[in-house]
């Protein structure tokens, strides 16, 4: 296999614009606008350079290259700490019990609460890849080696991580969840909405939308179904969350309904396998040997791929030619 997971480079715009036109919209954090994803490709160089070990707002975006083509065919993005700047807003879907003597009946309700609970956590999002590369192995490399850069680097992440997923959106671009809640405050669409929040981020909805609980039997039948239900081209990635120890906890995107998975840092699946081993030679790949990802490097040097390596350090000649690596050197490498 030739590809590559990188950190993302300024050279890298138009082919990260051209995965972003491609989502089909309600992807926040790789909106199809130029001016707004250079601005991601510099602010993540600056987090890349920074290498004090503190946390902070960081952005570090990367990049699946099949280095024998040359071409771009993914892209993924993890964020340090979330609502430092602006707060991070969710719906949190919560149940009150309330009960009447004289009718001598128990009533149940559900509501949805505007909160910022979430605030502080780091999270992963920003994941597309090409329609044409969405075989075995290759989205788990784009994903999960995002997990490879947190354990290399735990000291720039918070003790929760959490990923947003796309929420259900009709083929017109609609959302029924905007139009029974969020849209009846707002003189726009769904889609309007979703492209002035990826350019100019959300604190509009906190200024306008109610700030009491909004009782969900007042939605409509069809908002009310797709909450906390991702869009049908994101179940595969709910999946694969849940299997890395992510869970669905009540949360939702304000925006669109979907849902939110969370989970603690050092519980995740990845994160918790991954080891340190040293390269004591190189080999060709044997047939029949557990795949494993592997990655080296730190901060803007970091580079990640699949690969073989055996308990006493034989890495496969294949993965030490992507990565750089030669006998002696270090890698980080988890289960693929």
Known sequence: MTFLLRTAREGDLEALYRMAKGTGGGFTNLPPDKPTLKGKLERAAKCFARDDGQIANDL??????DTETGKVRGTCQAFSQVGTELPFYSYRIGRITQHSKELDRTFRAEMLTLSTDLDGASEVGGLY???TERSAGVGKLLARSRYLFV???????GETML????????????SPFWDGLAGRFFDMSF???DEFNATHGNQFIADLMPKHPIYTALLSEAARQVMGQPHYSGRPAMRMLESEGFAFQNYIDIFDGGPTMIAKTDQIRTVKQ???VQISALAPPAQGEQTHLVATGRLADFRACLGSVDQHGTLDEAAAALLGVGVGDTVTVAPA
Do not use: V
Request: charged letters at 35%; aromatic letters at 8%.
């Open 191 to 193: 889609r309007d909405a």
């Open 60 to 65: 570090f975006a990367f990049i699946l290259e």
């Open 274 to 276: 991954a080891r340190t």
């Open 129 to 131: 890849l090409d329609a």
């Open 163 to 174: 990923a947003e997923l796309r929420g259900a959106i009709d083929d017109a671009g609609n």
């Open 151 to 157: 354990a290399m680097h735990r000291e720039r992440f």
